[in-house]
């Protein structure tokens, strides 16, 4: 046998190993996100300018509207709040299904948008941070691009290069130091975020968790070659032919299999949130003053917040589906 041909072998049998297809398990469309996801009227861990509502008047407020083929969560953006009394009103949602090897597929048409916003889709889990954390979608202020971030325990580091198309940023996932920056990754597809993505259409992220790795894609909708089984929502998903991802992370230096326990599905945006879901406002990183001076956005925060509604007509997310495979 020849040597270019056993070299030929040995990197198909490489990538077949890394392969994995999947089955559908769960399906949330339209009125299923609330049947599938719990409305938690809590205070927000973030120390948002938000104040997340109970179910009864999420719905009366229409904060949240579902169809039979789109869900939307949003913000108030009618009234202004007194400086001395609870924050926006907004939603935050938690799956009442925990997971732990699976990948997760997320449709989105529409993200939140706007000075003050900190839109997220995550999961986490119950004994945080010993059960870790995984951002798949994270920005705030309408500046730059998607950050995906690790947060766990301490004994988890990341490789400062890897197979991935995403730039990393930090490195030690370990919640309790460097101010919780995590281990993070940023894409670089301007598209991934913020009035860009909402711009072209929206577009999907997925996320493929197992024992060995975390990985996270990203595709606009108005980008080509996407993965049929991935727009299609099959019912199956054939994780090796998605290409490279924008964030990998590998159990190199990090054994995901204890860093990280059975998860819920978030989405916020402080003013929103995902898993939470949810949407929210300022807090510790959209409202930080030099951040939130740096997305050149005016006042403070939460003075913006308080008195500008009408700018908080964009601050919602439009999920078209979101499906789970394991």
């Known amino acids: 046998m020849s040597t270019i041909l056993k070299t030929a072998i040995v990197a198909y049998l490489a990538s077949s190993a890394l392969a994995a297809t999947y089955s559908l398990a769960d399906s949330h469309v339209g009125h299923d996100f609330l049947n599938s ?167 999907w992220f997925a996320v493929e968790r197992t024992s060995s790795f975390i990985k996270v894609w990203f595709w606009s909708r108005s980008q080509s070659g996407i993965p049929s089984d991935v727009t299609s929502g099959a019912s199956t998903v054939n994780t090796g032919n998605w290409g490279t991802p924008v964030a990998n992370f590998p159990n190199t230096s990090c054994p995901i299999s204890s860093m990280f326990g059975p998860h819920n599905i978030i989405f916020d945006c402080n003013n929103c949130l995902f898993n939470p879901l949810l949407v929210t406002f300022c807090g510790d990183w959209a409202g930080n003053s030099n951040v939130y001076a740096s997305s050149g956005c005016p006042s403070t925060c939460v003075d913006y917040v308080n008195n500008n509604p009408s700018a908080f007509t964009n601050a919602y997310f439009q999920f078209n589906w979101v499906k789970v495979y394991e």
């Open 37 to 203: 996801f719990t409305i938690e009227a809590i205070a927000d861990p973030t120390n948002g300018r938000v104040n997340y509502v109970n179910a009864a008047t999420a719905s009366s407020q229409n904060l949240t509207f579902a169809s039979s083929n789109t869900f939307i969560m949003r913000a108030d953006s009618k009234t202004v709040l007194s400086a001395s009394g609870p924050g926006r009103n907004s939603v935050r949602m938690q799956s009442n299904k925990q997971y732990t090897t699976s990948v997760m597929v997320f449709n989105v048409q529409h993200m939140p948008q706007g000075c003050g916003t900190w839109p997220a889709i995550w999961t986490v889990g119950a004994n945080w941070p010993n059960q870790g954390e995984i951002d798949i979608l994270e920005g705030v202020n309408d500046q730059g691009t998607d950050q995906i971030t690790l947060h766990t325990a301490s004994g988890c580091t990341m490789p400062s290069s890897q197979s991935q198309s995403g730039t990393t940023l930090t490195t030690n996932c370990d919640a309790n130091v460097n101010s919780n920056s995590g281990c993070g990754v940023k894409d670089p597809d301007s598209r991934s975020y913020g009035p860009t993505f909402n711009a072209n259409g929206g577009g």
